[in-house]
């Protein structure tokens, strides 16, 4: 009798080792691990690497607001991590590496910091998730200047000092400005800020002459007619009615045209569960209301793409990108 009690008293023990076991593999798939189920746990945080107002924050903010709509219970908080022209907010991304609950609105930078600035990383360090559309951008001036077209800016950069406002040394404006000077032969001198938000506020109270801006981060001043816009550095000229009068700088015989893409990344490392989920909502997004208003309001190109399609994307720009620097 004491021999089957020890005997029932092993099985049972065993039993809960067992159920145990299972209990803790069925938590360790919650978690994400390759080819299981995820699900965030707590907040989401969407870090972006620029300043409040700019387009990047506009990106990070929309692309949160829309996910939380389109993923029940899903919570994401906006985290502004600003300095070295993205480097501070990209740097501490890397710090993330395999964490999913942190993803970070891409752009240009992502790719032209570590082509111009000592960087621990490149595109390669990060999870691709959603490329949105591309935002090409357009060249702006006070009201007041007598410039007319960018034509007219690249002349006068040949002849005397033309102050050129960027957002970040490493982002699209800059990019834009080097392939006019290597198209034209024009000289700017450039003055960097940290969002666009700032160079905004530079070029209304007349810091500087000239910028190259994204449609949404300008239109409102347009039509209030405290700014002008020169040339769109685009394919062909808007369709949107607030701007399909303004000529390509093409048209103006400066032949550049280089759109910045608007996306989402997640840490590097993570596991096939977690990049999955992200993507699968990236989907859901794009479908939304709320995607075609954020495309919409930010008069942005829709083309989106996914995981392996974005990634193949960041190669091609990449190379872009270092043919254009002379690489």
Do not use: H
């Amino acid at each position: 009798m004491k021999r089957n009690s020890l005997l029932l008293t092993a099985v049972v023990a065993a039993s809960v080792l067992i159920l145990t076991a299972c209990g803790e593999a069925k938590g360790q798939k919650s978690a994400g691990g390759d080819g299981e189920t995820f699900k965030p746990k707590g907040n989401v945080t969407m870090v972006v690497p620029y300043g409040a107002g700019g387009g990047s924050d506009m990106s990070g903010r929309s692309i949160a607001a829309g996910l939380e709509a389109v993923v029940p219970g899903l919570r994401i908080n906006t985290e502004n991590r600003v300095g070295g022209s993205g480097a501070v907010g990209y740097s501490y991304f890397l710090s993330k590496t395999g964490d999913p609950n942190y993803l970070l609105p891409s752009e240009t930078a992502l790719l032209a910091l570590p082509l111009n600035t000592k960087v621990g990383f490149d595109y390669t360090r990060f999870t691709p998730i959603m490329k949105v559309g591309d935002d090409f951008t357009l060249a702006v001036v006070p009201a007041s200047s007598p410039w007319t077209t960018c034509a007219d800016v690249v002349n006068a950069s040949k002849s005397g000092r033309v102050v050129a406002g960027i957002s970040g040394v490493t982002g699209l404006d800059n990019v834009v400005f080097t392939l006019t000077e290597q198209a034209t032969g024009a000289k700017f001198d450039r003055v960097p800020f940290e969002s666009g938000d700032e160079l905004l506020a530079a070029l209304l109270g007349n810091q500087i002459q000239v910028a190259s801006l994204n449609p949404g981060e300008v239109v409102e001043q347009l039509k209030a007619g405290k700014l002008k816009a020169l040339c769109a550095f685009s394919e062909k000229r808007y369709e949107y009615p607030e701007l399909k009068d303004i000529p390509t700088a093409k048209e103006q015989g400066i032949d550049v045209a280089f759109a910045q893409f608007r996306g989402l990344i997640a840490p590097g490392g993570i596991s096939d569960g977690a990049r999955k989920f992200w993507i699968d909502a990236s989907r859901k997004f794009i479908e939304s209301d709320k995607a075609r208003q954020y495309i919409a309001s930010n008069y942005l190109q829709p083309n989106a793409l996914f995981g392996d399609d974005f990634t193949a994307y960041l190669k091609e720009n990449n190379d872009t990108l270092k043919k254009a620097q002379g690489e």
